[in-house]
């Protein structure tokens, strides 16, 4: 007996479903103290398995540009979350025109508060190997992921604001973070985006994007930059310079950081502008 509740699994059976991780078993200790009964409530915590692939069904594909498409995936029952820590991405394998096994990282777009589902948005290039595969795919079809990878994981509080430079698809972990803040009455992190693409159709999420600042005007900013703008645009023009970091992103302090999630080359000079502007490597993260 444990807080007057009856322990209904071992813990050799709760442990491979939290996944033998610090937080996992903090969770854990959590909900033993409160008193829940339902260990489902750890079990249900994430479908996602960090060492295997697991496979889920495309269930609505959306085009939403002539290369970039909306993916819906099905996550096990409509209560499942994908748990997916905010900041993280996946794994998915795929296979290439050739048919040769290809793994590539994904960040979705939704969040844990995002039940019974989880949605990806892919640029699909033209000589892309997973972008073939993603390609090809059709409702019904099943993806494999494994997952949570990658180096950034955000908490509230761990920034007073965040400038976020991304290009193209780089805009994925850009969103699911923004989202995160924004819909967390708690979270007072301001947000000022920076994000750059060929036309205004290579624009992803840009009614998402829009809806945010407006609804968030205080705490969101997004400035576009195109390298072929239309005949009437107020945005950038051309490549993100030092200049409209200066203008756009906050500027160089210990509370702040400057995440980047582009091209390489554009990386590279985004790294190059920050560094003469002042900004430490430890305000700088690279996705």
Request: charge should be positive; glycine fraction near 10%; hydrophobic fraction near 35%.
């Amino acid at each position: 007996m444990i807080g007057g509740v009856l322990v209904e699994r071992t813990v050799k059976e709760i442990l491979p479903a939290v996944q033998r991780s610090k937080e996992g078993l903090e969770e854990l200790g959590n909900i033993l103290a409160k008193g829940e009964t339902r260990y489902e409530t750890v079990r249900d915590r994430g479908c996602l398995d960090p060492k295997n692939f697991k496979e889920f069904k495309l269930v609505k594909r959306t085009q939403i540009s002539h290369n970039s498409a909306k993916f819906r995936f099905a996550l096990p029952t409509p209560k499942s979350v994908l748990g997916l820590p905010v900041g993280k991405n996946i794994r998915c394998r795929g296979k290439d025109s050739q048919g040769e096994q290809v793994v590539r990282p994904y960040t979705p777009i939704t969040l844990d508060s995002d039940v019974g589902y989880f949605e990806l948005v892919v640029k699909m290039y033209p000589k892309g190997r997973m972008s073939h595969h993603f390609r090809e795919m059709r409702e019904g079809d099943y993806l494999a992921v494994r997952g949570p990878e990658g180096r950034f994981k955000y908490k509230r509080g761990q920034a007073r604001a965040f400038g976020m430079i991304a290009g193209g698809s780089g805009i994925t972990p850009m969103f699911q973070i923004t989202r995160a803040i924004l819909e967390n009455p708690k979270d007072k992190t301001n947000v000022h985006l920076i994000y750059a693409n060929v036309t205004l159709d290579d624009i992803l999420l840009k009614e998402e994007l829009d809806g945010l600042a407006s609804k968030f005007p205080n705490q969101f900013k997004v400035y576009y930059v195109l390298n072929q703008p239309p005949e009437v645009w107020n945005g950038g023009i051309g490549y993100i310079s030092k200049e409209m970091i200066q203008s756009h992103c906050p500027a160089p302090a210990e509370d702040i950081q400057i995440l980047r999630c582009g091209p390489p080359p554009m990386n590279k000079a985004i790294a190059a502008h920050l560094n003469a502007l002042g900004y430490t490597p430890k305000m700088q993260f690279e996705f």
